[in-house]
């Protein structure tokens, strides 16, 4: 198919998908219409819509100023907010549909932050030139009658049917402006697939240090949105091989140095990358924010516990604990929330406990304090360690798989067999206390935790037996 096929195709798709629209498009225009205003959608939306993917968020711009716009809204939508309005932004929700209508901008940046000092324009043209990307520099007018002329003064359009991520004016002065755009350039590379230009490329690796000025927030959302895109891997290998990582997650690029002693054919870094892949080819559903984290950042220890062995051999003993602390150190940074933080850090710690069981050979105490330390992270460590498998020996390979499916069969008889997701002692607390005569204190936590931990060892006891083993363990103390 040629391109103006593939033109004429694509806007084709993309007046059907705004047609689907026209309740709330239509209705929109024509209150923008009787009161004078121009009403264009614009960005993202007109990119989605385009690429067949178009959503219930849909962004706007008009030529009417904020205080404006609020009074129009106030009689069309459901409901409305102002959070934006600052930056020029209503945002309402009309039915399942939610939109935000910008007034025209022609701002101008201190090249300091990233904030800009907001200045309202008076035409389409000097609103769509300061966007970030040309892919989402499109724009359709929006009329009585729902969507009408498509508008691509910056010629978007080419750039989204190459697949490349190019800027509407230098690269240089746009990521001056807004240094994030780097980290969007990046984003969008993992969200749609396509590739930046080259200028855009060395534009970034020129000026990666820039990304300094963004605040943590704002790069972990962007971060976040990066490895939740259908294409993370090759969004990695940009930031990487830009320098824009070395800036925002060093300990990536820092993998790449690091020889896996068990994957001689490939060093950690694409290793970790295979691991990410097969993780995501792992999930159930929607991508999961945690397990991508921790399949990417599981080695991340390696380098700092390589030791090279006599005879030639590579060691990394206790990578999993030093990897874990790493993780936290790094995520803490990045402003994570203390949820995602422990959970991705824990499964770092614990994705390497499973080749000791070689061929079965946990016992049942072992088995419970595996699934006991995974908790609700159970699942994901599932998922982590068949994905950590990436050597090329099919023999070895299947043997790693056949582990862990008999793992996983003797986790799941003892589960039914002891409630394994909800192991407690087998006296409580009140109980403790009644025995041994004790107040409420330390005494009574020590001797919870020492149940605890001969329930893991031996499995449900009887009442009688649990009271004569603390009764044993308290003569000693």
Same mark, same amino acid.
């Given at each position: &198919?040629?391109?103006?096929?593939?033109?004429?195709?694509?806007?084709?798709?993309?007046?059907?998908?705004?047609?689907?629209?026209?309740?709330?498009?239509?209705?929109?225009?024509?209150?923008?219409?009787?009161?004078?205003?121009?009403?264009?959608?614009? %960005?993202?939306?007109?990119?989605?819509?385009?690429?067949?993917?178009?959503?219930?968020?849909?962004?706007?711009?008009?030529?009417?100023?904020?205080?404006?716009?609020?009074?129009?809204?106030?009689?069309?939508?459901?409901?409305?907010?102002?959070?934006?309005?600052?930056?020029?932004?209503?945002?309402?929700?009309?039915?399942?549909?939610?939109?935000?209508?910008?007034?025209?901008?022609?701002?101008?940046?201190?090249?300091? =932050?990233?904030?800009?000092?907001?200045?309202?324009?008076?035409?389409?043209?000097?609103?769509?030139?300061?966007?970030?990307?040309?892919?989402?520099?499109?724009?359709?007018?929006?009329?009585?009658?729902?969507?009408?002329?498509?508008?691509?003064?910056?010629?978007?359009?080419?750039?989204?049917?190459?697949?490349?991520?190019?800027?509407?004016?230098?690269?240089?002065?746009?990521?001056?402006?807004?240094?994030?755009? &780097?980290?969007?350039?990046?984003?969008?590379?993992?969200?749609?697939?396509?590739?930046?230009?080259?200028?855009?490329?060395?534009?970034?690796?020129?000026?990666?240090?820039?990304?300094?000025?963004?605040?943590?927030?704002?790069?972990?959302?962007?971060?976040?949105?990066?490895?939740?895109?259908?294409?993370?891997?090759?969004?990695?290998?940009?930031?990487?091989?830009?320098?824009?990582?070395?800036?925002?997650?060093?300990?990536?690029? %820092? &993998?790449?140095?690091?020889?896996?002693?068990?994957?001689?054919?490939?060093?950690?870094?694409?290793?970790?990358?295979?691991?990410?892949?097969?993780?995501?080819?792992?999930?159930?559903?929607?991508?999961?924010?945690?397990?991508?984290?921790?399949?990417?950042?599981?080695?991340?220890?390696?380098?700092?516990?390589?030791?090279?062995?006599? %005879? =030639?051999?590579?060691?990394?003993?206790?990578?999993?604990?030093? =990897?874990?602390?790493?993780?936290?150190?790094? &995520?803490?940074?990045?402003?994570?929330?203390?949820?995602?933080?422990?959970?991705?850090?824990?499964?770092?710690?614990?994705?390497?406990?499973?080749?000791?069981?070689?061929?079965?050979?946990?016992?049942?105490?072992?088995?419970?304090?595996?699934?006991?330390?995974?908790?609700?992270?159970?699942?994901?460590?599932?998922?982590?360690?068949?994905?950590?498998?990436?050597?090329?020996?099919?023999?070895?390979?299947?043997?790693?798989?056949?582990?862990?499916?008999?793992?996983?069969?003797?986790?799941?008889?003892?589960?039914?067999?002891?409630?394994?997701?909800?192991?407690?002692?087998?006296?409580?607390?009140?109980?403790?206390?009644?025995?041994?005569?004790?107040?409420?204190?330390?005494?009574?936590?020590?001797?919870?935790?020492?149940?605890?931990?001969?329930?893991?060892?031996?499995?449900?006891?009887?009442?009688?037996?649990?009271?004569?083993?603390?009764?044993?363990?308290?003569?000693?103390?």
């Amino acid at each position: &198919m040629t391109d103006p096929e593939r033109r004429t195709r694509l806007l084709a798709g993309a007046a059907v998908t705004l047609r689907g629209l026209s309740d709330v498009l239509g209705s929109l225009g024509a209150v923008f219409a009787e009161a004078g205003h121009e009403l264009y959608l614009v %960005g993202g939306s007109v990119r989605d819509a385009v690429l067949g993917r178009l959503g219930g968020d849909l962004d706007f711009t008009t030529d009417a100023r904020p205080d404006q716009v609020t009074a129009l809204m106030a009689s069309w939508a459901d409901a409305q907010w102002d959070t934006g309005i600052a930056f020029g932004t209503v945002s309402a929700r009309k039915g399942d549909a939610t939109v935000e209508i910008t007034t025209f901008r022609a701002d101008s940046y201190d090249r300091v =932050g990233r904030n800009p000092e907001v200045v309202f324009g008076d035409s389409l043209d000097d609103d769509l030139v300061r966007r970030d990307f040309t892919i989402n520099a499109m724009a359709v007018r929006i009329g009585p009658d729902g969507a009408a002329d498509f508008i691509d003064p910056l010629d978007g359009l080419t750039a989204l049917l190459a697949g490349v991520i190019d800027t509407p004016a230098t690269p240089q002065e746009s990521f001056n402006d807004d240094p994030l755009r &780097m980290l969007r350039a990046v984003r969008f590379v993992s969200q749609l697939g396509f590739r930046v230009a080259p200028r855009v490329f060395d534009a970034i690796t020129a000026m990666s240090e820039q990304i300094d000025r963004i605040t943590a927030e704002r790069v972990r959302a962007e971060l976040d949105k990066m490895i939740l895109g259908e294409h993370p891997l090759e969004a990695i290998d940009v930031m990487v091989d830009t320098g824009l990582a070395e800036r925002v997650l060093p300990e990536v690029p %820092g &993998m790449k140095l690091t020889i896996d002693e068990h994957h001689q054919h490939k060093d950690v870094y694409q290793h970790s990358l295979t691991v990410l892949r097969q993780a995501v080819d792992l999930e159930d559903g929607d991508p999961d924010l945690v397990l991508r984290w921790a399949a990417l950042l599981h080695d991340i220890g390696k380098p700092a516990t390589r030791r090279h062995e006599p %005879g =030639g051999g590579v060691s990394f003993h206790h990578h999993e604990v030093v =990897g874990a602390k790493m993780v936290r150190r790094r &995520m803490r940074a990045l402003k994570y929330p203390k949820a995602v933080v422990d959970d991705v850090s824990q499964l770092v710690f614990l994705h390497l406990r499973f080749h000791g069981y070689g061929d079965g050979a946990w016992t049942d105490s072992a088995v419970r304090r595996y699934v006991t330390d995974a908790g609700p992270l159970l699942d994901r460590l599932h998922k982590l360690v068949r994905a950590d498998c990436t050597t090329r020996n099919r023999r070895r390979a299947r043997r790693l798989q056949e582990n862990y499916d008999h793992l996983e069969h003797r986790i799941a008889d003892l589960q039914a067999a002891e409630d394994l997701e909800r192991v407690r002692p087998d006296l409580d607390g009140n109980a403790i206390m009644e025995l041994l005569d004790l107040p409420p204190g330390p005494k009574v936590g020590q001797a919870w935790r020492y149940l605890k931990e001969l329930r893991l060892d031996r499995g449900p006891l009887s009442r009688d037996e649990a009271e004569e083993a603390l009764r044993e363990w308290w003569a000693q103390q």
